[in-house]
């Protein structure tokens, strides 16, 4: 007969770097003339961008903001690629092509709203109509081909080339929680086409997305020490300390028994212990076991992990992790 204990240790859950695709549409956005953001609800069912030659009052740049939260992507962001404005058309009897530049800015404070901002349409500026109203840091170009009230429901995606200042402050957005503020402008570069009117559906539109923003990020590694939130001795006793005991590495250890074993072969104790992990999508389990020999003799661990939550005792649902491994001290 033998007498043998089992101490168990730490786990710790590794979230990985991965690159995955987000996209979130925009909360707010504006149709900024020269009066201001344009009033009534069309100024946020519609989104258009009017250069220098049209009528004054019809002059328009764009804003549109997103939440960083919004994207859902749970870890620190190290890299942002593949990076695209999608935007909509809503066209209109007035709408005419042209080219349209798009900027990122680090003023998300300052409103969009009729009313309460402080923003108009500027003549003679750079950028169009926005000017130094605003920081802009420039994201690329893309042209819009649609005259008149046709293609509306289309859907344009403006790929970006992001410099290392427009990456640095999208990172900073996602990985703090802060917005994101998209400009959108006429180019007035382009002679042949500054009475471009870009027309497209904003974010409250009844039938078409409003402003999106789509990309891929890639997220640093995390590590996450886990303490159990239960456990449960189904073969064997607990002669001192608890579950909780394996969440540190301190030397302080659950010690489970079983004082009458008749086969050095048979099951000696086995314990269960259920974790919670904070992380959306772990991609790797990394086990640290302890365990000590209390009587003479050879000790051997194996460690098993469920993939049936809903029953954590069926046998049939487990994964061996870590084959019987002898442990002579």
């Known amino acids: 007969m033998f007498k043998r204990a089992l101490a168990l240790g730490l786990l710790s859950l590794v979230a990985h770097a991965a690159m995955a695709a987000y996209s979130a549409e925009a909360f707010n956005n504006a149709t900024i003339q020269i009066a201001g953001p344009r009033q009534g609800t069309n100024g946020k069912n519609f989104f258009n961008i009017e250069g220098e030659g049209n009528a004054e009052n019809f002059r328009s740049w764009g804003a549109a903001d997103f939440h960083g939260t919004d994207f859902n992507i749970g870890m620190p962001v190290n890299d942002v690629t593949d990076f695209k404005i999608v935007l909509t058309e809503a066209n209109a009897a007035f709408t005419l092509p042209g080219t349209v530049k798009f900027w990122i800015s680090t003023d998300t404070v300052n409103s969009i709203d009729p009313g309460t901002s402080p923003f108009v349409w500027q003549n003679d500026v750079t950028p169009d109509g926005a ?35 427009a990456k640095s402050i999208l990172i900073d957005a996602l990985n703090n929680g802060k917005d994101i503020r998209i400009v959108v402008t006429p180019d007035s570069t382009d002679p042949d086409f500054l009475n471009v009117a870009a027309t497209f559906a904003g974010f409250s539109h009844n039938t078409y ?107 049939a649902g487990y994964d061996v992790i870590l084959p019987q491994t002898a442990i002579n001290t």
């Open 131 to 165: 000017g130094n109203q605003l920081p802009t840091v420039f994201l690329g170009s893309g042209q819009f081909n649609t005259t008149g009230n046709a293609n509306s429901g289309q859907v344009d995606a403006f790929p970006c080339t992001l410099s290392d200042q």
């Open 209 to 315: 997305q409003g402003p999106t923003l789509e990309f891929e990020a890639s997220m640093g590694s995390t590590t996450e020490i886990l303490a159990p939130v239960n456990g449960a001795v189904s073969i064997g006793k607990s002669s001192s300390g608890g579950f909780g005991d394996t969440a540190v590495a301190d030397g302080v250890s659950w010690r489970v028994c079983k004082f009458v074993v008749t086969s050095a072969t048979s099951p000696i104790v086995r314990v269960r212990f259920d974790y919670t992990t904070t992380k959306t999508a772990p991609t790797a389990i990394d086990w640290a076991v302890t365990a000590k020999m209390v009587h003479s003799g050879t000790f051997k661990v194996q460690l098993l992990l469920s993939h049936d939550p809903n029953n954590p005792n069926n046998n």
